[in-house]
């Protein structure tokens, strides 16, 4: 599903990850890894966020680097902790995404009533809670027509309804589309409710299967 090849981030002068070649093939998978050991980074670079050497390859041959625009469309993330715009409601927010990456109004919709945010997506985002931007921004991260998701830290702040939606939203969305996910989490996954999750160790500057 995707190839890393010559993959290297330093800030600084200071390498904090360094991958010469890595195959992951699609699935689900739990992305672990110390404080600071750069499993933020990973999923940042992957997501096209922040710059980095090398270059990253979603298969069958869409380039992160070069087909740009592409690559992002198909590739969907959201951040541990998301800063957005503040005058903004949620309901706009997830329109400019949506449209960004292909979504429809049916599927907004559908994302917002299952997260059950109906409540409060149309006041401006200044007066979320930190569980409600987490909520936004995981609905948001499903927008369009993704090949594959990446979560950093999507269990953090959730409450029980919200977590069992997710979980659901990430097993169906795998069985049916084949849609390969990414997920770095300090918390336990519920492998359970994730029958196929596979670990990835971030350690010692690089990536590993564990
Ligand atoms: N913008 C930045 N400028 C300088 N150093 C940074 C920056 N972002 C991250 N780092 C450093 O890169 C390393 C990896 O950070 P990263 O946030 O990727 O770790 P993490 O595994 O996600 O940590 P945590 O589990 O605490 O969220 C750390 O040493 C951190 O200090």
Redesign the pocket.
């Known amino acids: 599903m995707l190839t890393i090849n010559g993959f290297k981030k330093s800030?600084?002068a200071?390498t904090?990850l360094h991958i010469d070649q890595l195959e992951i093939a699609a699935g689900i998978y739990w992305v672990k890894?110390?404080?600071?050991?750069?499993?933020?980074?990973?999923l940042k670079a992957l997501a096209g966020a922040i710059a980095f050497e090398g270059d990253v390859l979603l298969h069958p041959q869409i380039s992160l680097k070069k087909q740009a625009v592409a690559y992002r469309k198909r590739v969907n993330f959201a951040e541990?902790e998301p800063i957005f715009p503040d005058f903004l409601t949620g309901l706009e927010l997830i329109q400019l995404f949506s449209s960004a990456k292909g979504g429809s109004k049916k599927q907004q919709k559908e994302y917002i009533e299952r997260m059950n945010i109906e409540l409060f997506v149309n006041d401006p985002l200044r007066t979320y809670s930190s569980g409600m931007l987490k909520k936004l921004s995981l609905v948001m991260s499903f927008m369009g027509n993704p090949t594959l998701i990446l979560l950093?830290?999507p269990l953090i702040t959730l409450d029980t309804d919200a977590l069992s939606t997710l979980y659901s939203w990430i097993g169906e969305i795998n069985r049916q589309q084949g849609v390969s996910f990414l997920l770095?989490s300090?918390q336990t996954l519920e492998s359970e409710q994730l029958p196929v999750l596979k670990e990835m160790l971030?350690e010692q500057q690089t990536i590993k299967y564990a």
């Open positions: 800030y600084n200071t904090v890894g110390e404080n600071g050991s750069g499993k933020s980074t990973f541990a950093d830290e770095s300090h971030v």
